[in-house]
């Protein structure tokens, strides 16, 4: 009954090769966030979309993207990962924004760079 | 601008015994809180969340929390802890009801640690 689902869930890039994260969900919500937790840290939100609709944080590097074809689909787009892009990286969804709904987290992938 | 602030970031306790997880936060508008859990390589599960009304929200697995709007804090309680509830703990705040848009402002999280 998994309703967020994260693949692969442990990824190992060299650094600078492109890496792509994968995350999906059957729940049918309108937003989609990406979240990083590096280690011993709280996680950090990156973008979201709401439906199409791109939304950058302020402070999210450029080396950083994201796609969502449709509204099951969000991948998360590393161009050249650094050493400082290990972590765990986290999907979430939630029905609509500014509603009493929940966000609904997968499990997350770990990224490993070498 | 939000911040959350977790005081504790780690917490050793005996099973059966009580256990409380401290969380204070800053917000200049009105608040939203909730806590989630993160079990060893899982993703974050909702355990309550605080909207409006009885400033005590009782949660999943026999955990509560109590909003404190002079003290600005959002402590998490649990009068039994078991094996099963060793965890990381995090506290989070928004200015959205379901935290959405903006996403959820997070603490750097409490882990919890149970001693048989």
Same mark, same amino acid.
């Given at each position: 009954?998994a309703?967020?689902?994260?693949?692969?869930?442990?990824?190992?890039?060299?650094?600078? #090769?492109?890496?792509?994260?994968?995350?999906?969900?059957? !729940?049918?919500?309108?937003?989609?966030?990406?979240?990083?937790? #590096?280690?011993?840290?709280?996680?950090?939100?990156?973008?979201?979309?709401?439906?199409?609709?791109? =939304?950058?944080?302020?402070?999210?590097?450029d =080396?950083?993207?994201?796609?969502?074809? =449709?509204?099951?689909?969000?991948? !998360?787009?590393?161009?050249?990962?650094?050493?400082?892009?290990?972590?765990?990286?986290?999907?979430?969804t939630?029905?609509?924004?500014?509603?009493t709904?929940?966000?609904?987290?997968?499990?997350?992938?770990?990224?490993?760079?070498? | 601008?939000?911040?959350?602030?977790?005081?504790?970031?780690?917490?050793?306790?005996?099973e059966?015994?009580p256990?409380?997880?401290?969380?204070? *936060?800053?917000s200049?508008?009105?608040?939203?809180?909730?806590w *989630?859990?993160?079990?060893?390589n899982?993703?974050?599960?909702?355990?309550?969340?605080?909207?409006?009304?009885?400033?005590?929200?009782?949660?999943?697995?026999?955990?509560?929390?109590?909003?404190?709007?002079?003290?600005?804090?959002?402590h998490?309680?649990?009068?039994?802890?078991?094996?099963?509830?060793t965890?990381?703990?995090?506290?989070?705040?928004?200015?959205?009801?379901?935290?959405?848009?903006?996403?959820?402002?997070?603490g750097?999280?409490?882990?919890?640690?149970?001693?048989?």
């Amino acid at each position: 009954d998994a309703m967020v689902i994260q693949n692969p869930r442990y990824q190992v890039t060299q650094f600078g #090769k492109p890496v792509t994260l994968s995350c999906s969900q059957t !729940l049918n919500h309108n937003v989609m966030y990406w979240y990083q937790q #590096k280690s011993s840290q709280a996680p950090k939100l990156l973008f979201h979309y709401y439906d199409k609709d791109f =939304n950058n944080e302020a402070d999210t590097p450029d =080396n950083f993207q994201s796609r969502r074809p =449709n509204t099951s689909f969000c991948f !998360l787009d590393i161009r050249s990962p650094g050493l400082g892009d290990a972590a765990m990286y986290l999907c979430a969804t939630s029905r609509a924004s500014g509603t009493t709904d929940t966000q609904y987290f997968g499990p997350g992938t770990r990224l490993t760079v070498l | 601008a939000q911040s959350v602030t977790q005081l504790d970031s780690q917490v050793p306790v005996f099973e059966e015994a009580p256990v409380e997880l401290r969380c204070n *936060y800053s917000s200049s508008v009105s608040v939203y809180l909730f806590w *989630y859990v993160q079990y060893p390589n899982q993703g974050l599960q909702l355990l309550l969340k605080y909207l409006s009304g009885s400033t005590l929200v009782k949660g999943i697995n026999g955990f509560e929390a109590e909003f404190n709007k002079s003290q600005t804090s959002f402590h998490l309680r649990k009068p039994s802890v078991h094996i099963s509830d060793t965890a990381e703990y995090f506290c989070a705040v928004s200015d959205r009801p379901g935290g959405g848009a903006d996403g959820l402002t997070f603490g750097k999280g409490t882990h919890l640690i149970i001693q048989p």
